[in-house]
């Protein structure tokens, strides 16, 4: 294909009705079929990126090797097509207003009036197309946040208005609604569907496809009544089932036709079908699985699962390489105390202190490193957590007892995680901030050696502070090992410990690489001594 194409995804009636799931498996089936595809997220808020959200209000931030802090359907994307995203599959309102006030700041419209429609719908299709400008992909799906309707969305749903019109034949729209069942009726309504359409129809845009999320088998009279009143063929009214898994998702998208339609749409050929090999396996060994095993995974955020999403997706992954179903048990840092830790973390195989930021939990964390050290328990930290690990072990290991982190004590007398030399050059915070993929050393012999086999891997931050190596050499000789190294800036990426069944913590986030092809090592070796250590103690 010569030219890019342009999917457009919008949902209706209700919002997280699965639009990122929708796309990233539309993505995986078309990406299955030989052509190039990548997806990109358009969220209507007016925040620059969900780097400064709360958890609870966002979910996790996501974040991509050069540094964009993102939505976490960008992890979606990601884990079903197995190829990296960037700064521009992600936008936001923020970050388009703050573009244009920055333009016309420096004189760009040439005194003119700066208004919605033309300036900032402009500055919405230049993002639309800057991946396609690349020349890189076949397909460009753009998902596009929120409800049809909602005020926030209305400059994004004009943008597309009249990108269809410029583009002509170039862009599909597929509308993703809810078709809710009534009990007390026993029935399917399709009416909401109808209204959902309607609304989209009276902002100037006709959807190609329409996507209905139910929870029960829809009759074909019912996609016949849904073509009808929303002008598109029966064909092209898609069926999208409650699912057990959303790794299920691209298998029932093909079952429905939905790629198919695609391609009917843009005139392209149907001569052959997806090549679903690996996925088809992957899915075999999550539901068939010959063995289970108990992770705790131990954080503040454990009440709202996608707070830790990309950790939840990747022990799925790293389950499925192990033939093994990982049961997550979710433990609140808060709760946890010297007196109820046997309790707590009873019947667990191994632990994972999850990130986070802020001091709320911390000494929960830190008690639950050091029952995992001295009852040589699998252990597995993940930026704070390593953070954490590094306080326990200096507190009760070395006897620094006041030993803490400068985020949490500016005055303690042993800052064993602060912010380095290097970092206080910076001129605030935002700047200190390590965003992106940043180039890792592994020490060889080391056991991240063994889950990596490579000297050099690239993995991606999202913190401010660091270990202080000040403390290097009294930390090795007592026994952890710095076995991961930014020799270009003299940062400890990675610490060990020798006398332990596994002992990891990472000041990088691996979860972000964990994908359904490519399961991150350091979680498949994880599992597999979670695995071990199951068989030890039973």
């Known amino acids: ?56 209000e966002h979910g996790e931030c996501y974040v991509t090797d050069d540094g964009a802090e993102a939505d976490l359907d960008l992890g979606h994307y990601e884990r079903f097509l197995n190829i990296a995203t960037s700064q521009a599959n992600s936008v936001t309102t923020g970050r388009i207003y703050q573009s244009v006030i920055d333009k016309e700041r420096r004189g760009g419209y040439n005194g003119m009036t700066v208004q919605v429609i033309p300036h900032i719908t402009d500055e919405i299709k230049n993002r639309i197309k800057l991946l396609g400008n690349t020349g890189k992909y076949d397909f460009i799906i753009t998902e596009i946040g929120g409800t049809v309707g909602d005020i926030e969305s209305l400059p994004y749903i004009e943008a597309v208005r009249q990108l269809r019109w410029e583009l002509h034949n170039e862009c599909a729209m597929i509308h993703l609604t809810l078709v809710p069942y009534l009990a007390a009726a026993d029935e399917l309504k399709t009416k909401p569907t109808q209204h959902s359409v ?47 898994s959303i790794y299920d ?18 005139n392209l ?21 010959e ?38 048990k979710m433990v609140q840092s808060e709760h946890i105390k010297k007196e109820n830790i046997d309790e707590m973390l009873k019947d667990v195989s191994a632990i994972l202190v999850a990130p986070g930021s802020g001091s ?64 206080k050059k910076a001129a605030g915070m935002k700047d200190i901030i390590r965003l992106g993929a940043y180039p890792c050393e592994i020490a060889q012999g080391s056991k991240v050696f063994e889950a990596y086999h490579s000297e050099l891997v690239y993995e991606r931050h999202r913190h401010p502070y660091e270990f202080n190596n000040d403390y290097a050499e009294a930390f090795t000789q007592a026994g952890m090992k710095m076995s991961g190294i930014n020799k270009q800036d003299n940062f400890v990426e990675i610490i060990e410990l020798d006398n332990h069944p596994w002992f990891i913590a990472t000041q990088f986030h691996p979860e972000y690489k964990s994908t359904v092809i490519n399961p991150h090592p350091l979680f498949v070796h994880f ?12």
């Open 1 to 56: 294909m010569n030219t890019s194409k342009y999917i457009f995804v919008t949902g209706g009636v209700s919002s997280s009705l699965g639009k990122g799931i929708i796309s990233a498996s539309l993505a995986r089936l078309l990406q299955a079929r030989g052509y190039s595809v990548t997806i990109q997220k358009l969220d209507p808020y007016i925040n620059i990126n969900p780097g400064t959200l709360d958890p609870y």
């Open 360 to 423: 709320r939990g911390i000494e929960g964390k830190i008690e639950t490193i050091r029952y995992a050290r001295e009852q040589k328990i699998p252990f597995f930290g993940i930026c704070l957590g390593m953070q954490c690990a590094v306080i326990e072990f200096a507190r009760n290991v070395l006897g620094y007892d006041d030993a803490d982190s400068v985020e949490f004590n500016p005055e303690t007398p042993y800052p064993v995680i602060n912010v380095m030399e290097e970092q």
């Open 527 to 538: 599992v597999a001594e979670a695995v071990k250590q199951k068989e030890r103690t039973t």
């Open 291 to 328: 063995k289970t095993v108990d992770i705790a995974l131990v954080g503040k955020y454990v009440e709202l699962k996608d707070s830790y999403k990309s950790i939840i997706e990747a022990f799925i992954h790293a389950g499925a390489a192990n033939n093994c179903k990982v049961k997550l």
């Open 249 to 266: 998702v691209p298998f029932m998208m093909f079952e429905e036709g939905l790629d198919e339609e695609v391609l009917r749409k843009f």
């Open 198 to 244: 309607k609304m989209l129809q009276e902002q100037g845009v006709q959807p190609d496809i329409i996507v209905c999320r139910t929870s029960h088998h829809m009759t074909q009279g019912m996609k016949n009544k849904i073509s009808l009143f929303c002008n598109v063929p029966s064909t092209a009214v898609i069926e999208s089932m409650d699912a057990q």
């Open 269 to 289: 050929p149907l001569d052959h079908e997806p090549d679903l090999t690996d996925w088809k396996h992957f899915l075999n060994c999550v539901k068939n699985p």
